[in-house]
Structures are given as structure tokens and as C-alpha cells.
């Protein structure tokens, strides 16, 4: 008896969610393409490289990526600036740079590694190719414009969405240095890839003393 | 044979063919979509208005796709299977009374496939060959989870069939105490659950006038027996074992295009017999209110159908529903069910329902 009881307790949880459904509340599904789910603030989606607000490259070549990577996805090769005419505000400047997204698992780990924050994520997810050569994507693809706009690999498909590329994802703020991830809703969480327009987090010094003064700090 | 009768015959078969189809289409389709409103999704929505469609998509994809022959298969066996799975479930359907008989112009048109006085028993051979063809494709497939599925199978099904026959030992047993003699003619126990059991027992007249005639408030134990028996008879939810997706894959594994699509076809055809053929012994199969007079002649004529119909979907959504509500299973559990619940409580309740009947018939033995 007790096993028809929990029978008709299931059937009843089934057969609510049904009506529920057909009444047109409470559907976890959405229908792709036709309609975009909001993504997480902190998605992690394709890469791109930044650019200073003056058209320098953030990117100094030193491949600290590439050897946080773990999925060794990450090829970089720097090269000295031509002193002339410097691509970027350092020593040196990444010359080659390339990500296999093939074997990319999106960890974010490039982006915590790099001392610059040439490297970041955007909000782009499709990216599916017609063969392997298509998804290396080069330095010409990730690096952003001059003008901040970030090519897209189709940007005539139907699918494209160019404002996901716009969209950084929070890690790099939420990480660093800090490491306090209450950022929401403040300035500190940056829309776009790009030059940081923030006021600089306090320092561990800093908060040490703060804290040592009785201060409290989230 | 006469030629209007040669080809009423025809007619009826063809008929009964293309409702069959029809409704298979809408019951992959509807089974889809009631899954998935339970599941608060979406479902298919993009073939055709709210994606009925979708069912004829997906076969034209199967039948365009490449039919693999995997190198260790059992060849004959192996091309045979998919036939024995179709056609035992396309002819149990034809036993099924799916509407009144109509006339037209002085020719009695019977919808139903064949009137056979043996309809109960030739829907159990029939029943019971079509676990043949899962046997033969696992085994024939030369892979071990297809054969694990159709050893599973060969369990499941010797041990369901018989609580399911008995189920309908006292439905056949009761249908003969409500006309002149026994009856295995599918037709014929539709024809005697006409009316309303006010009718049968005058005492209760007023209350039971609107209590139709169905088999199902006698015998509404056999009615669950039977019931659970179709479920695992069709190798349904929550007793898939045979082509558990999750583990074992199923006795189709090796099939693909056309070959898997006709075992495809052949479940929901089942499912759909199965649900009309417990529609037809316990819930008055084609009987109900046809308004005979107060609305247009074709109207009642076709509404038996629609009743037919409309208690076979019934059955066919709780099909679905326990499908998205109960979990498999698991092999022991199946074995319990069936040997140590089902067929003590089918066997008991045909010695009590044989008690009734001939206490009824005969009186008391002591008098």
C-alpha cells in the first residue's frame, strides 16, 4: 500500500508540472536560436586581446598564458618592439599568437595568468567550424580594433551575435588581486574588453592595516 | 466471396491499416510533447503546427540513412527480426473493433480489421511472437548488450504474458455470463457491454443508470493486473529493461535507418493495440452516447469511433505518464513483480471471480 502511495505522490508531482507547463509558466528550456538565454556575468566564452585606450597592444609576449594553459592549447611567440613605432608600451610584443579552440576547455586560466590583461573572455559561445584549420583562431581574429570593436569569425551568419563579443566576462576583476568576488552592480565589473576605467582595489597591505584599525572590510 | 464483399473486406482492412499509421504518427509525437511538459520543457515545436510534424521528419531521416550490416551479425536472422517485430503488432490491431459497423448502401461495413471468434486468443499468439523478433535481434546482432537485452526480454516476457492472460481468462469468464455463452470475438464483448449496468441489475436502477456497461467495475482488479502486464508486455517504462538506454542500449544497438525505425514503429504500434485492445475489454471498447436522432446522421455514426478513441488515449497518456514519473526497475524487482505479486494476485482473483460467476449460475454448493 505504501508503494501505491508513493506511485500516486509521483504521478501527482508529473502530472502538476504538466499542467504547469501547458499553462505556460515554469518551462526551463528556451528556444535556441530563437531566443538567447541571458548568460552569467562571468561566462566564460572565446578569448580576445585588448588594447590600450591609445591603440597599444596590451599584449607584451611573455607566454605566461601558454604555460598556465592545461590544455596546451596556447602558442605565443614575442618579438622586440621596433622602438620607431612600438605595437606595444613594453619591451616586447607578442608576435604570433594563437589558440587552438579545439582543444581550449575555457578554464580561464590564461586570463588570470596574463600580468597585463591583454588576454580576456567574452560572452561568445558559437563558434563551430567546417574543419580543423578554422579553429586555430590567430592573432588576427582575437585582437580587438583599433576603434575597441572585436571581429567576429562570421559576422554575416545568422547566428551572430556581435554584442557578445563586447562582453568581458567578470574574472578578471573578481580574481584580482583581492580575490573578494562582491562586484556585482559596482564599477569595478568593467562591460567591455579594454582599458580599466576603475578606481585600483586596496592593496593586501593596505587592507591589513585597515582591518588592523578595526575597520571591517567585505 | 461476392465483389462488394471481397472488396468491403478490403476496405476494412486498409482502413484499419491507415488509422493505425495515423495514429502512430501522433503518438510518437504526442508522447514527445507530454514528456516534455512534464519534464518543463519545451518539446518538439518546429515540423509543422505545434511540431505534430515532427514524427514524419524524423522518419524520412531514418529511411535516408545508411542501414549498417555490422561484420558478426547472424545475416538471416538479423534482416528477419525488424519484420517480426511489425507485423504481429500491425495484425494485433486488427482484431480491434474501432467503431460501429456502418452501412452503406445494404453492405455491412465492420470497422475492424478481421472479426475472428478467436480474436483473445490469436492477440495473444500474436503478443507472444513479437518478443521473438527482440530474442532474434539481440542475438542475431553478435554484440553482447543487444543479447543482454533480448535474454532480458525472453524473462520478462514469459513471466507477463501470463499474468496478462490470465487477466483476460476472467474477462472472458465474466463476458460469458452476460450473453448466450463464452465469447473470444472481440466484437462480440464490445457488443455485450452496451448499455448502462442499470439495465442489467433493475434494484439499482437509479443509481446505476448512468454507470455505463463496462467490463471495468466487475473485474477492475484484472483491469489493474492487465494493465501493468501491457506496460511490460510493450517493454515500457518503468519496465524498459530490454532496451534500458542508459545501460545496456537495447536489443536494437546494431540496427539503424530503416531497420531500427521499423522496431521504432513497432513499439508504438503496440503500445496503441495494447491500450485498445484494454480499452475494448474493460472500458466498453466503441460504446457510448451516439445522440442517435438529435444530431446529423454522420455524427453518430462516427462518434463511436471518437469514444473508442478518445479511451484508448486515455490509456495511452497514463502510459506516458508513468513513463515520466516511475524509474526503472531493476531485474530482480521486474522478476518479483511479475512471479511473486502479479500472477498470485491474477490466479486469486480468477478463483474468486469463478467462485461468483457459479455461485450466481448454480447457487450454493451446500443446497
Avoid at chain 2, 505545434?50 to 531521416?61: C, E, R
Wanted: glycine content about 10%; charged content about 20%; hydrophobic content about 45%.
Amino acid at each position: 500500500m505504501g508503494l501505491i502511495a508513493e506511485l500516486i505522490k509521483g504521478l501527482r508531482v508529473t502530472g502538476g508540472t504538466m499542467l504547469r507547463t501547458i499553462a505556460g509558466s515554469g518551462l526551463v528550456t528556451t528556444e535556441y536560436p530563437k531566443e538567447m538565454r541571458v548568460k552569467p556575468q562571468r561566462f566564460h566564452g572565446r578569448h580576445v586581446l585588448n588594447r590600450y585606450p591609445d591603440g597599444m597592444e596590451k599584449c607584451i609576449g611573455c607566454e605566461l598564458c601558454a604555460g598556465a594553459c592545461p590544455a596546451d592549447c596556447i602558442y605565443v611567440r614575442g618579438m622586440d618592439n621596433d622602438p620607431e613605432a612600438p605595437t606595444s608600451p613594453g619591451e616586447r610584443f607578442g608576435y604570433v599568437y594563437e589558440i587552438n579552440m579545439l582543444r581550449c576547455i575555457f578554464c580561464g586560466l590564461c586570463v588570470e595568468a596574463c600580468p597585463t590583461e591583454a588576454i580576456t573572455m567574452t560572452h561568445l559561445f558559437e563558434f563551430s567550424t567546417t574543419n580543423r584549420e578554422d579553429a586555430v583562431y590567430t592573432k588576427e581574429t582575437l585582437l580587438m580594433e583599433r576603434d575597441g570593436t572585436v571581429p567576429h569569425m562570421f559576422p554575416d551568419d545568422e547566428l551572430a551575435d556581435l554584442g557578445e563579443l563586447d562582453t568581458a566576462d567578470g574574472w578578471l576583476r573578481a580574481t584580482a588581486p583581492s580575490g573578494v568576488a562582491a562586484y556585482e552592480g559596482t564599477l569595478m565589473w568593467q562591460g567591455t574588453p579594454g582599458p580599466a576605467d576603475w578606481a585600483p582595489e586596496p592593496t593586501q597591505e593596505e587592507r591589513d592595516r585597515r582591518s588592523g584599525e578595526g575597520e571591517t572590510d567585505g | 466471396m461476392s465483389g462488394a464483399e471481397f472488396w468491403i473486406v478490403v476496405l476494412r482492412v486498409v482502413l484499419t491499416f491507415g488509422l493505425l499509421l495515423l495514429v502512430t504518427l501522433l503518438n510518437v509525437w504526442a508522447e514527445r510533447k507530454i514528456l516534455a511538459d512534464m519534464q518543463s520543457r519545451i518539446g518538439p515545436k518546429r515540423a509543422g503546427p505545434f511540431g505534430i510534424l515532427q514524427t514524419v521528419a524524423d522518419g524520412l531521416k531514418l529511411f535516408f540513412k545508411e542501414a549498417v550490416t555490422p561484420r558478426k551479425v547472424e545475416l538471416g536472422m538479423y534482416l528477419l527480426a525488424p519484420f517480426l517485430a511489425v507485423v504481429p503488432a500491425f495484425l494485433i490491431f486488427m482484431m480491434v473493433p474501432w467503431g460501429k459497423p456502418l452501412t452503406i448502401g445494404g453492405n455491412e461495413l465492420a470497422l475492424q480489421g478481421a472479426d475472428l471468434n478467436i480474436g483473445l486468443l490469436f492477440i495473444l499468439a500474436m503478443s507472444s511472437l513479437a518478443v521473438y523478433s527482440v530474442v532474434l535481434a539481440g542475438w542475431s546482432s553478435g554484440s553482447k548488450y543487444p543479447l543482454l537485452g533480448g535474454v532480458r526480454a525472453t524473462a520478462q516476457a514469459i513471466s507477463y504474458e501470463a499474468a496478462m492472460g490470465l487477466a483476460m481468462v476472467a474477462v472472458v469468464m465474466f463476458t460469458a455470463t452476460q450473453g448466450d455463452g463464452g465469447t473470444l470475438s472481440l466484437a462480440e464483448i464490445v457488443n455485450r457491454q452496451a448499455g448502462t449496468w442499470g439495465d442489467v441489475i433493475p434494484a439499482l436502477e437509479p443509481i446505476l443508470r448512468f454507470v455505463p456497461r463496462w467490463n471495468l467495475f466487475p473485474q477492475i482488479v484484472a483491469f489493474v493486473i492487465f494493465f501493468v502486464a501491457i506496460v511490460a508486455e510493450t517493454n515500457r517504462a518503468p519496465f524498459d529493461l530490454v532496451e534500458a538506454e542508459q545501460e545496456i542500449v537495447g536489443f536494437h544497438t546494431e540496427y539503424s535507418g530503416m531497420r531500427f525505425a521499423m522496431f521504432f514503429l513497432a513499439e508504438y504500434v503496440n503500445i496503441f493495440s495494447m491500450c485498445a485492445i484494454a480499452a475494448t475489454l474493460f472500458l466498453g471498447g466503441w460504446n457510448g452516447p451516439t445522440f442517435d436522432g438529435s444530431v446529423p446522421g454522420f455524427v453518430s455514426a462516427l462518434l463511436p469511433t471518437v469514444w473508442f478513441l478518445a479511451k484508448t488515449y486515455f490509456l495511452v497518456f497514463i502510459f506516458f505518464w508513468i513513463r515520466a514519473t516511475l524509474p526503472r526497475l531493476r531485474y530482480d524487482q521486474l522478476m518479483q513483480v511479475g512471479w511473486k505479486r502479479l500472477i498470485p494476485a491474477a490466479l486469486g482473483w480468477l478463483v474468486v471471480s469463478a467462485a461468483v460467476i457459479s455461485f450466481r449460475q448454480f447457487g450454493s454448493p451446500w443446497s
